[in-house]
């Protein structure tokens, strides 16, 4: 079973989404929980990450815009995002982290459109 993303959709520059992923307990339980963003024609990277005790870190273009946080009795993690800019294009996928490793596989991920 793999992560499962929703919370997606179109929006203007501005506005705000908030994505969820449902993750496996047996992946999910004491490992950080992350979300990657892959734009069109560019590779997938990591925006946030959020550890099983909640401290929090953000990719640079996104610190003050997007809030990470997760709910360790529903094994599942958000992503709150404002401010949205045509260049936050893309699809969201959430994972589970041991260090540097995924753990637990990728899920559909969820697409977020931008308009300027």
Do not use: H
Not at 21 to 34: T, Y
Not at 35 to 58: D, N
């Amino acid at each position: 079973v793999r992560p499962v993303e929703s919370g997606g959709g179109l929006v203007q520059a501005g506005g705000s989404l908030r994505l969820s992923c449902a993750v496996p307990r047996s992946v999910f339980s004491g490992n950080d929980a992350g979300w990657y963003r892959q734009a069109p024609e560019k590779q997938r990277e990591l925006v946030a990450r959020i550890t099983p005790g909640g401290s929090t870190r953000y990719q640079d273009p996104v610190k003050g815009r997007f809030t990470i946080s997760r709910d360790n009795d529903k094994n599942a993690v958000y992503l709150q995002m404002n401010s949205l800019r045509p260049e936050d294009t893309g699809v969201y996928y959430c994972a589970s982290l041991y260090q540097s490793l995924i753990v637990g596989g990728w899920g559909q991920g969820t697409q977020v459109t931008v308009s300027s």
